[in-house]
C-alpha cells in the first residue's frame, strides 16, 4: 500500500510538472498581454486598466499594464513586452502619427496589435488597418453641440449675446473631429458661426493648458455675456469653466458639456453647482475588459477582432451621474 501510495504521488507529480492534470497553467505557458496608454494617472485610463484586469482574471492570461508617455517609451515598452515573450498589445498612443514605426516593431516581435480610443495613421495621415475600438468621435461631438444649443434655448440666450469656446487639441485627430462634430450640430442648430472662438492647448489636452488657452480667448471677447463650452473632453471644459470662474462668469452665464464623464464626477459633487452642466459619459468597461477579452480571444482562438468597433456615450449631469456610473461599474 505504501509503494502505491508513493506510486500515486510521483504519477501525480509528473503530470503537475507537465501542465496536463493538477490545476494551474504553468507561468512560461500563460499568455501576456500588454495595455499601454499615453496618461496613465488619467481616471479614464485606470478604468479601462481595471476592467481589463478583470478579463484578464476571468481568462487567466497575465495583463502588464504600462504607460507610455511619449514615443521613445513608447517603443521601449514593446521592446520589453518582446523580451516579456508578450503575444499582444493594446495601446492608446501618446502620438497616433506613430502608428507606422508601432506596427513595424509589433509585427516583427510576433506581437498581435489592437488600437484603443485613439487610432493609428500613416504617413499620409489616413487611419492605418490594425483593429480598433473607440467612439464615432464626430457623433459624440455632435451629441455635446446638440445638448449645448438645447440648453442655450431653455435659457433663451440671444445668439447675439452668446459665443462658443471650444477649446482645441487638433494634434490628435479624434480630439479634431470632437470639437468640430460639437461646431457642427451648433451651427445646423442656427448657432452663428462667426460666434465660435477656439482656443488652442499647447502641449497638452489638461485643465492646466486648457486654463491658459481660454484665458487667452477671454481677452480677446470681453464682451461676450454668455458662454458655451466644449472641447475634446472633461478636461479642457473644466479649464475653460475655470478660467471663466476667474472673471466673475459662474453657472449662470456658462454652460459646459465635456466627453469622457470619469473626470466629471468630483465637480458635480461640488455644494456649489457651476458651469460645467454635464458630460458625455464613454464606456470605459467595454474599452478595457472588451479590448483584452477580443486580444485574448485572438490570441488563443484565431479569432480577430473587427476592424471597427464604436462604443456610446451618455450623458450625464449633476442630477443622473450616480446612478448612470453605478450602472457602468464606474461608482460602488
Known amino acids: 500500500m505504501h509503494r502505491s501510495l508513493i506510486g500515486l504521488g510521483m504519477a501525480c507529480l509528473f503530470l503537475c510538472l507537465l501542465g496536463l492534470g493538477c490545476g494551474k497553467k504553468q507561468a512560461s505557458d500563460q499568455i501576456t498581454i500588454g495595455f499601454v496608454v499615453n496618461r496613465p494617472d488619467d481616471t479614464w485610463y485606470q478604468n479601462e486598466w481595471k476592467f481589463a484586469q478583470q478579463a484578464a482574471d476571468k481568462y487567466g492570461f497575465k495583463l502588464v499594464k504600462v504607460g507610455a508617455l511619449d514615443g521613445g517609451e513608447t ?3 514593446i521592446d520589453n513586452l518582446a523580451a516579456m515573450n508578450a503575444k499582444g498589445m493594446i495601446i492608446c498612443a501618446p502620438d497616433v502619427r506613430l502608428g507606422p514605426t508601432i506596427v513595424a516593431k509589433t509585427s516583427a516581435a510576433g506581437i498581435k496589435l489592437m488600437s ?33 444649443a438645447e440648453q442655450m434655448k431653455k435659457r433663451g440666450w440671444k445668439p447675439e449675446e452668446t459665443a462658443l469656446c471650444m477649446v482645441t ?7 479634431r473631429l470632437r470639437t468640430e462634430g460639437t461646431a457642427q450640430a451648433l451651427v445646423d442648430a442656427g448657432f452663428p458661426k462667426e460666434r465660435i472662438f477656439r482656443a488652442p492647448q499647447q502641449n497638452a489636452a489638461d485643465v492646466p493648458h486648457a486654463m491658459d488657452a481660454a484665458n487667452i480667448m ?9 458662454w458655451l463650452v466644449c472641447s475634446t473632453n472633461d478636461n479642457g471644459v473644466l479649464g475653460a469653466i475655470r478660467a471663466m470662474e ?32 454635464g458630460s458625455i459619459l464613454l464606456a470605459p468597461r467595454q474599452h478595457g475588459f472588451g479590448t483584452a477579452e477580443m486580444m485574448y480571444q485572438w490570441i488563443k482562438d484565431g479569432k480577430e477582432p473587427p476592424k471597427i468597433t464604436y462604443t456610446n456615450g451618455f450623458l450625464i449631469t449633476r442630477d443622473t451621474y450616480e446612478k448612470i456610473m453605478k450602472e457602468e461599474g464606474l461608482l460602488d
Open 169 to 175: 487639441w487638433d494634434e490628435l485627430e479624434t480630439g
Open 75 to 77: 517603443l521601449r515598452v
Open 246 to 277: 476667474g472673471r466673475g462668469l459662474d453657472k449662470d452665464h456658462v454652460i459646459g458639456v465635456g466627453i469622457n464623464g470619469t473626470n466629471a464626477k468630483d465637480e458635480f459633487r461640488r455644494d456649489t453647482p457651476t458651469g460645467f452642466w
Open 218 to 226: 477671454l481677452t480677446q471677447h470681453p464682451d461676450v455675456k454668455n
Open 116 to 148: 484603443v480610443d485613439d487610432q493609428l495613421v500613416g504617413a499620409d495621415g489616413k487611419f492605418l488597418d490594425v483593429p480598433h475600438l473607440g467612439i464615432s468621435a464626430s457623433n459624440i461631438g455632435k451629441m455635446v453641440g446638440e445638448i449645448l
